[in-house]
């Protein structure tokens, strides 16, 4: 385990958010949305190999690089987690993550299930959210929608989907994107609540819990029975 990792999320102020789901499953769309309704979230942007699909530019979708300049990266352990996905490389670089959280964002990362596991164990404190089709023929139909992928691409996406769906047990949160507008508002509900915890409370506001005698070393110690103490 990362030291340094594990205390960007336990003693700073932001919280890590940590989004995977299955090629058209909605992930991309969700986070999108989510992005322009909440101005406290920024979001972590992932190295990859592959080459930029539709409209997506480099240092906004992704940061496209080679695999030469990836491979690099690994060597100089810049990546908190890396791994190999639909053939190509996807990494979360340590800058992408540390640099916001310190500075008290809270941040979202669009991940494949490998790599949002690699991270829950370096970030104890990250709160991993799987996105789900609603059956897999809906899933097959965005594929083919999406108008991006040859038929045998498709195919191959929908056999790793059956991998990637069953990890969704590992994580904190499930949202089955069945209609978008409800998922959108589970996705922000999930976010909500996550900042309203005692914790996550206790890192953003420390000067209000110090005013009123909360510590986090008093949170830590058993609670006594408020009964039992004298009037």
Do not use: C
Not at 161 to 185: K, P
């Amino acid at each position: 385990m990362n030291q340094r990792a594990t205390e960007s999320t336990s003693t700073h102020p932001g919280n890590l958010f940590v989004v995977a789901a299955p090629s058209g499953a909605g992930k991309s769309s969700l986070v999108s949305s989510l992005l322009e309704v909440d101005s406290h979230l920024v979001v972590a942007i992932s190295h990859t190999t592959r080459k930029p699909r539709g409209q997506e530019q480099d240092g906004r979708e992704y940061h496209f690089v080679d695999q030469a300049t990836f491979r690099s990266m690994i060597e100089r352990n810049q990546f908190f987690e890396w791994a190999e996905v639909h053939g190509h490389l996807y990494g979360t670089s340590r800058g992408a993550i540390e640099d916001r959280i310190t500075g008290g964002h809270d941040v979202v990362l669009e991940i494949d299930w490998q790599g949002a596991l690699q991270i829950k164990k370096q970030f104890p404190g990250a709160i991993l959210i799987f996105i789900l089709p609603p059956s897999w023929g809906e899933l097959l139909q965005r594929l083919q929608r999406r108008g991006e992928d040859p038929p045998e691409v498709i195919a191959k996406r929908m056999e790793n989907a059956r991998l990637e769906v069953s990890q969704a047990r590992h994580f904190d949160f499930v949202i089955i994107n069945a209609l978008f507008e409800t998922a959108l508002f589970d996705l922000k509900a999930i976010v909500h609540s996550q900042r309203l915890k005692y914790a996550a409370q206790l890192r953003s506001k420390s000067p209000v819990f110090a005013a009123l005698g909360l510590t986090d070393q008093q949170s830590e110690r058993p609670t006594d029975d408020p009964a039992a103490s004298p009037a």
